[in-house]
Protein backbone atom coordinates (compact mmCIF):
# COMPACT_ATOMS: atom_id res chain seq x y z
CA UNK A 1 0.00 0.00 0.00
CA UNK A 2 1.48 3.45 -1.09
CA UNK A 3 1.06 6.06 1.30
CA UNK A 4 2.62 8.36 -0.36
CA UNK A 5 2.17 8.70 -4.27
CA UNK A 6 3.50 10.29 -6.73
CA UNK A 7 1.23 9.53 -10.05
CA UNK A 8 3.27 12.05 -12.43
CA UNK A 9 6.67 9.86 -12.93
CA UNK A 10 8.13 12.71 -15.35
CA UNK A 11 7.54 16.60 -16.43
CA UNK A 12 9.01 18.29 -18.58
CA UNK A 13 8.63 22.11 -18.02
CA UNK A 14 10.83 25.15 -20.78
CA UNK A 15 13.27 27.50 -18.95
CA UNK A 16 11.99 30.23 -17.04
CA UNK A 17 8.46 28.45 -16.41
CA UNK A 18 6.65 27.24 -13.40
CA UNK A 19 7.76 23.40 -12.60
CA UNK A 20 4.93 22.27 -10.16
CA UNK A 21 5.10 18.49 -8.78
CA UNK A 22 2.87 16.91 -7.20
CA UNK A 23 2.57 14.46 -4.37
CA UNK A 24 -0.60 13.00 -2.41
CA UNK A 25 -1.16 10.73 0.94
CA UNK A 26 -3.12 8.63 2.90
CA UNK A 27 -1.75 8.52 6.03
CA UNK A 28 -3.55 11.23 8.27
CA UNK A 29 -0.77 10.51 10.71
CA UNK A 30 1.50 12.34 8.62
CA UNK A 31 2.40 15.43 10.16
CA UNK A 32 5.87 16.96 8.12
CA UNK A 33 6.37 16.24 5.00
CA UNK A 34 9.78 17.00 2.48
CA UNK A 35 10.76 17.35 -0.66
CA UNK A 36 14.33 15.34 -1.89
CA UNK A 37 16.16 16.18 -5.03
CA UNK A 38 18.34 13.09 -6.82
CA UNK A 39 21.02 13.86 -9.40
CA UNK A 40 22.42 10.28 -11.12
CA UNK A 41 24.75 8.53 -9.30
CA UNK A 42 24.28 10.77 -6.55
CA UNK A 43 22.20 10.00 -2.83
CA UNK A 44 18.60 12.49 -2.30
CA UNK A 45 19.51 16.00 -0.71
CA UNK A 46 16.86 17.57 1.09
CA UNK A 47 15.33 21.06 -0.63
CA UNK A 48 12.34 21.87 1.51
CA UNK A 49 9.85 21.04 3.95
CA UNK A 50 6.84 21.85 5.74
CA UNK A 51 5.10 21.06 8.71
CA UNK A 52 1.11 20.14 8.88
CA UNK A 53 0.58 23.27 11.26
CA UNK A 54 1.50 25.29 7.77
CA UNK A 55 -0.27 25.94 3.90
CA UNK A 56 3.10 27.02 2.69
CA UNK A 57 6.65 27.34 2.89
CA UNK A 58 9.12 29.01 0.45
CA UNK A 59 12.90 29.20 -0.01
CA UNK A 60 14.09 31.00 -2.79
CA UNK A 61 12.86 29.81 -6.06
CA UNK A 62 11.14 26.57 -4.33
CA UNK A 63 7.81 27.02 -2.51
CA UNK A 64 6.13 23.70 -1.12
CA UNK A 65 1.99 23.87 -0.77
CA UNK A 66 -0.22 21.84 1.98
CA UNK A 67 -3.78 21.02 1.27
CA UNK A 68 -4.55 18.55 4.66
CA UNK A 69 -7.64 18.60 3.82
CA UNK A 70 -7.27 16.76 0.44
CA UNK A 71 -3.58 15.50 2.00
CA UNK A 72 -2.14 16.86 -1.10
CA UNK A 73 0.91 18.67 -1.41
CA UNK A 74 2.50 20.41 -4.25
CA UNK A 75 6.65 21.54 -5.08
CA UNK A 76 6.35 24.79 -6.99
CA UNK A 77 9.75 25.90 -8.88
CA UNK A 78 10.18 29.20 -10.65
CA UNK A 79 11.64 30.34 -12.59
CA UNK A 80 12.76 26.55 -13.87
CA UNK A 81 16.48 26.63 -14.82
CA UNK A 82 18.63 23.26 -16.22
CA UNK A 83 19.87 22.69 -13.37
CA UNK A 84 16.83 21.83 -11.80
CA UNK A 85 16.61 18.75 -13.80
CA UNK A 86 16.61 15.77 -11.75
CA UNK A 87 14.24 13.37 -9.70
CA UNK A 88 12.10 14.42 -7.32
CA UNK A 89 10.63 12.63 -4.39
CA UNK A 90 8.15 13.56 -2.01
CA UNK A 91 8.55 11.77 1.77
CA UNK A 92 6.25 12.21 4.79
CA UNK A 93 6.94 11.41 8.37
CA UNK A 94 4.18 10.64 11.01
CA UNK A 95 4.90 12.13 14.66
CA UNK A 96 8.03 11.13 16.92
CA UNK A 97 9.14 8.56 14.59
CA UNK A 98 11.98 10.22 12.68
CA UNK A 99 11.41 7.57 9.67
CA UNK A 100 10.54 8.67 6.57
CA UNK A 101 8.09 7.69 3.62
CA UNK A 102 8.68 7.90 0.42
CA UNK A 103 6.74 8.34 -3.44
CA UNK A 104 7.60 6.93 -6.40
CA UNK A 105 9.74 10.04 -7.83
CA UNK A 106 8.87 12.69 -10.45
CA UNK A 107 11.15 13.04 -13.33
CA UNK A 108 11.35 16.59 -13.82
CA UNK A 109 13.44 17.84 -17.35
CA UNK A 110 13.53 21.17 -17.80
CA UNK A 111 14.39 22.55 -21.60
CA UNK A 112 16.14 25.65 -22.97
CA UNK B 1 32.76 17.31 6.02
CA UNK B 2 32.55 13.59 5.13
CA UNK B 3 29.02 13.14 6.03
CA UNK B 4 27.62 9.66 5.16
CA UNK B 5 30.29 7.52 3.55
CA UNK B 6 29.27 4.52 1.55
CA UNK B 7 31.28 1.64 0.54
CA UNK B 8 31.72 0.21 -2.01
CA UNK B 9 29.94 2.32 -4.51
CA UNK B 10 29.77 -0.80 -7.04
CA UNK B 11 29.16 -4.71 -6.25
CA UNK B 12 28.60 -7.56 -8.37
CA UNK B 13 27.55 -10.87 -6.63
CA UNK B 14 26.63 -14.19 -7.51
CA UNK B 15 22.74 -15.89 -5.85
CA UNK B 16 24.20 -17.39 -2.54
CA UNK B 17 26.51 -15.12 -1.48
CA UNK B 18 26.81 -12.47 1.71
CA UNK B 19 28.07 -9.45 1.80
CA UNK B 20 28.11 -6.55 3.78
CA UNK B 21 27.35 -2.64 2.48
CA UNK B 22 29.23 -0.39 5.04
CA UNK B 23 28.11 3.16 6.13
CA UNK B 24 29.55 5.56 8.23
CA UNK B 25 28.44 9.06 9.26
CA UNK B 26 31.16 11.57 11.14
CA UNK B 27 27.79 14.10 12.13
CA UNK B 28 26.96 12.30 15.14
CA UNK B 29 23.85 11.77 14.07
CA UNK B 30 21.61 8.95 16.53
CA UNK B 31 19.31 8.05 13.47
CA UNK B 32 20.47 6.23 10.89
CA UNK B 33 18.69 3.92 8.13
CA UNK B 34 18.94 1.82 4.68
CA UNK B 35 16.98 2.50 1.80
CA UNK B 36 16.81 0.29 -1.31
CA UNK B 37 15.83 2.33 -4.74
CA UNK B 38 14.31 0.39 -7.43
CA UNK B 39 12.29 1.87 -10.65
CA UNK B 40 9.05 2.91 -10.10
CA UNK B 41 9.05 2.06 -6.20
CA UNK B 42 10.90 4.98 -5.15
CA UNK B 43 12.69 4.82 -1.79
CA UNK B 44 11.77 2.13 0.68
CA UNK B 45 12.89 1.66 3.92
CA UNK B 46 14.96 -1.74 4.77
CA UNK B 47 16.10 -0.92 8.42
CA UNK B 48 16.73 2.14 10.93
CA UNK B 49 18.29 2.76 13.98
CA UNK B 50 17.39 5.27 16.49
CA UNK B 51 20.41 4.48 18.49
CA UNK B 52 23.48 2.59 19.07
CA UNK B 53 22.34 -0.84 20.01
CA UNK B 54 18.64 -0.56 18.68
CA UNK B 55 17.49 -1.57 15.44
CA UNK B 56 14.25 -1.97 13.77
CA UNK B 57 12.76 -3.50 10.52
CA UNK B 58 11.26 -1.34 8.11
CA UNK B 59 9.58 -1.86 4.96
CA UNK B 60 10.93 -4.48 2.88
CA UNK B 61 13.62 -6.06 5.71
CA UNK B 62 13.68 -9.88 4.47
CA UNK B 63 16.69 -11.09 3.57
CA UNK B 64 18.58 -8.13 5.50
CA UNK B 65 20.25 -7.61 8.73
CA UNK B 66 21.83 -4.94 10.49
CA UNK B 67 23.98 -3.62 13.72
CA UNK B 68 24.66 -0.70 15.63
CA UNK B 69 27.54 -1.25 17.98
CA UNK B 70 28.69 2.48 17.23
CA UNK B 71 26.80 5.92 16.53
CA UNK B 72 28.78 6.40 13.64
CA UNK B 73 28.82 2.60 11.66
CA UNK B 74 24.91 1.25 11.00
CA UNK B 75 26.55 -2.06 8.21
CA UNK B 76 23.84 -3.93 6.30
CA UNK B 77 24.24 -7.32 5.66
CA UNK B 78 22.71 -9.67 2.76
CA UNK B 79 22.73 -13.13 4.14
CA UNK B 80 22.34 -15.05 1.45
CA UNK B 81 21.63 -12.86 -1.74
CA UNK B 82 19.11 -13.41 -4.61
CA UNK B 83 18.14 -11.76 -7.80
CA UNK B 84 15.70 -9.83 -6.58
CA UNK B 85 18.16 -7.97 -4.07
CA UNK B 86 19.69 -6.44 -7.29
CA UNK B 87 19.16 -2.80 -6.43
CA UNK B 88 20.89 1.08 -5.30
CA UNK B 89 21.25 0.90 -1.27
CA UNK B 90 21.17 3.90 0.36
CA UNK B 91 22.45 5.20 3.60
CA UNK B 92 21.20 8.08 5.56
CA UNK B 93 21.05 9.82 8.81
CA UNK B 94 19.59 12.94 10.89
CA UNK B 95 19.54 14.00 14.60
CA UNK B 96 16.66 11.68 15.18
CA UNK B 97 15.71 13.70 18.34
CA UNK B 98 15.06 16.91 16.40
CA UNK B 99 12.09 15.71 14.35
CA UNK B 100 12.35 17.93 11.93
CA UNK B 101 15.68 17.25 10.85
CA UNK B 102 16.23 16.02 7.43
CA UNK B 103 17.71 12.76 6.52
CA UNK B 104 21.17 13.80 4.78
CA UNK B 105 22.00 10.53 2.18
CA UNK B 106 25.04 9.14 0.93
CA UNK B 107 25.94 8.50 -2.50
CA UNK B 108 24.67 4.83 -2.25
CA UNK B 109 26.26 1.32 -3.56
CA UNK B 110 25.00 -0.16 -6.83
CA UNK B 111 24.88 -3.68 -5.96
CA UNK B 112 24.24 -6.56 -9.11
CA UNK B 113 22.99 -10.35 -7.92
CA UNK B 114 23.48 -12.47 -10.93
Known amino acids: DQQVKQNSPSLSVQEGRISILNCDYT??????FLWYKKYPAEGPTFLISISSIKDKNEDGRFTVFLNKSAKHLSLHIVPSQPGDSAVYFC???????????FGTGTRLQVTL | NAGVTQTPKFQVLKTGQSMTLQCAQDMNHEYMSWYRQDPGMGLRLIHY???????DQGEVPNGYNVSRSTTEDFPLRLLSAAPSQTSVYFC?????????????FGNGTRLTVT
Open chain 1, 91 to 101: AARAGTASKLT
Open chain 2, 92 to 104: ASSYGSNRNSPLH
Open chain 1, 27 to 32: NSMFDY
Open chain 2, 49 to 55: SVGAGIT
